[in-house]
């Protein structure tokens, strides 16, 4: 899902918000969460998952075209774990379960 198909879904089950206040409304939530991790918080979404900030260290690397050695600087990442009810929901069977056969599948 885009962002667009984001702010579409929402403006079409709200149908009292315009467009407009919607966009405004996902940008704000954004750029809230965004300004949350670069100070190094984390930010949870009880039902859906957390982000965090990771550190990964400085390190030596190699340059796939050359071979050559190359130092790679240290850098944070965001990092997202899926909370216990979004695992649930994905993981949910959607195909009705296979029935054993009376004779238990054997050959006779």
Do not use: C, W, Y
Request: hydrophobic share 40%; charged share 30%.
């Amino acid at each position: 899902m885009t962002r667009s198909e984001l702010i579409a879904g929402l403006a079409e089950d709200n149908p009292h918000l315009t467009m407009s206040d919607v966009e405004k409304i996902v940008s704000a939530l954004f750029d809230e969460m965004t300004s949350a991790l670069a100070r190094g918080e984390r930010v949870e979404l009880r039902g859906f998952g957390a982000f965090t900030v990771k550190r990964r260290q400085a390190r030596s690397g190699r340059n796939p075209r050359t071979g050559e050695a190359v130092e790679v600087a240290q850098k944070s990442v965001p990092f997202f774990k899926a909370g216990k009810e979004l695992r649930e929901r994905i993981n949910k069977p959607t195909v009705a379960p296979v029935v054993a056969k009376k004779n238990g599948g054997a050959k006779s």
